[in-house]
């Protein structure tokens, strides 16, 4: 399902020299699978996963998702593949502070060209615990109903793949465990691939596949 | 949710620096309607007011003066003419071009507590003979009396007055007043007259005027040629007049006079008056007697009469008199005096208006820095570079919007709540629901002024580094 194949990403530092931050020769998560990659920070997590989703390019290599081959895509096929079929949930849940809990789910659908599943979003929201708290805006809710109301919106367009960036770093560990949960149980039930990143051992013991960067990593 | 929608939230999210932007739009906008509202009444007012009549004829000088002060009752009093002229348009050369013609007497004023009033003698003619306005369809309207009734040349003493002088000075028919000698508060009072009849509402400078028997009139202290300057009343008495003024060479002759047979065009003098006791007086004799102006209705009004009229009386009494068409003076003031003024006040509250859309441009622009990280958001959720431009300029749109809108419910009420204040000072009627054809352009100029506006913030958005918002560092 996510097939990603020498990819190479570099950068030049102030001194003008090249920096390879990815240079990832193959990597793979099946159709459904949970795939945790760990590593140390500033090893490249983020910026694999941006390269995944598209925010950013990688220099050369493919990174294909459901048969389509991103790096091939132009920025703006790339925004609505990305709208249609990746969710992403990141480390700082990034609610929009001026929506309300359902229109934050609604807003993941605003821009898939599409019409907004209002239905959906209301049963998403329902499913991870917070039908009470739909018309509620960020500010209102608590730091693990937030993070729920992120879940719901990463999986609100049906994506094939969702891509979690650190998403208990922020966190107390009470919370830690409810959104681990949540996240794997609900990607069960959409049929949904998670590529979750973490430098936690804790979570990553919870998965059957852990990948540490540094082995798919060899920059 | 439409991108509408999101705009919408962004800018309520905002809502103290949305609220004032849309303010400051919505008082640039308001002024404009108020501009717009009054110059239109104002053209209204100016063209309407001279309808009825084709000529104003008046001592040689200023047609502007002359037309201010015979129709709209402001400036200075226009110089006399003799009597003797007036007859010319009754019974004497130029009386088989004329429908009626109506002589009027100007200089005196009422002085009602605070307010002063323009006292006009004038004859019956002008309420039964003129109209003061011509319906749409091209019927006149006529003049009406809200009470009472039009004076009567043989009672001297008796007065109209318009509904505005009635309303503002408290008078009724059967009341009487003083006029005051001269334009001011502090002539000397004249003879009393008696209040015969109201006007109705005619929403032209008459509502706001005192007219009397032009037969009283001329018999207050100080409105009569004496004995020795008067002449006997014949075409001599005018010659004798234009070679007093321009010497003998100048002028006309008395063989140019054509014999008028026809029926009179206008009202003149009774053998026999009345005073306001009902006693028996004998009216000025017509040698002592001036007039300031004369309105002339022309016989062939849908021809050339009044051309062909006012070039015979601009020939006959070339250098002395003018005969004025108020409805061209009207419309070279509005071209060279009210439409200049109002392209001045569009323009300032133009420039409102962009300072306005400035602001619009500065409370989005300052707030993009906070929102650099929300639009990365958004892009990471797949809107594009294109979505959240058009994001940012619809919150531009929506405050120029919402500005605009205010301002026309400002403007408009305003003008509602300034228009008893200025119709009790200028007798012009304001009416807050009129709308002016150019406010339709006003809201999608304000559309086109919101997206330059938010052209610079929306920019902007295009160009957030989506990864480097999301992480907080490469």
Known sequence: MLLVENIRKSYRDASGEELVILDVPRFGVAAGEQVVVRGRSGCGKTTLLNSIAGLSTVDSGRIEIAGVDVTKLPEAGRDRFRARKLGYVFQTFNLLSAFTALENVMLGMS??????????????????GLSSRLHHKPAALSVGQQQRVAVARALANKPVLLLA?????????????????????????????????????????QFDRVEQLENINKA | MSYWKIALRNTLDRRLASALTALSMALGVAAMICVLVVHAVAVRQFSQDAQGYHLIVGRKGSDLQLVLNTVFHIGQTPQLMPYALYREFTDGRFAELVEVAVPYCLGDSFVAG????????????????????????????????????????????????????????????????????????????????????????????????VFVNLEGFLLLDGHALTAKKAEPLS????????????????????????KYTGPLKGTIPPKIGHDATGAEITPLPEVQREVSAILVRVADQFGVGATVLSSKINKDFSGLTQAVAPAGVVTRLLEQIVGPVQLILLVLTVLIIIVAAIGILVSIYNSMNERSHDIAVMRALGASRVAVMLIVLFESILIALAGGLLGILLG?????????????????????????????????????LAAIAGLMPALTAYRTDVAKQLSGSR
């Open chain 2, 114 to 209: 605070e307010r002063l009033y323009r006292v006009v003698g004038t004859t019956p003619d002008l309420f039964d003979k003129i109209p003061y306005r011509t319906n749409d369809d091209g019927t006149p309207r006529n003049y009406a009396f809200r009470s009472g009734r039009n004076f009567k040349t043989e009672n001297c003493f008796e007065a109209v007055i318009g509904s505005m002088v009635a309303s503002q000075a408290g008078l009724k028919v059967g009341d009487h007043f003083n006029p005051t000698h001269g334009i001011g508060f502090s002539g000397d009072k004249h003879e009393e007259f008696e209040v015969v009849g109201i006007l109705e509402p005619t929403e032209t400078a008459n509502d706001r005027a």
């Open chain 1, 165 to 205: 960036d650190e998403p208990t770093a922020n966190i107390d560990p009470a919370h830690q465990q409810q959104v681990i949960d949540l996240l794997r149980e609900v990607c069960r039930a959409e049929n949904v691939a998670m590529l979750l990143v973490t430098h936690s051992p804790e979570v990553a013991g």
């Open chain 2, 412 to 448: 408009h009420g305003l003008v509602g709540l300034a228009a008893p204040y200025i119709e009790a000072q200028a007798g012009v009627r304001l009416n807050p629901l009129e709308f002016d054809p150019w406010e339709l352009i006003v809201v999608p100029a304000l559309i086109a």
């Open chain 2, 235 to 258: 075409m001599n008495s005018v010659i004798a007049w234009i070679h007093e003024i321009t010497g003998p060479s100048a002028g006309i002759s008395p063989s140019s006079q054509t």
């Open chain 1, 111 to 128: 821009f898939t060209g599409q019409p907004v599943d209002r239905q959906r979003a209301t049963t998403l929201l329902d499913r991870v």
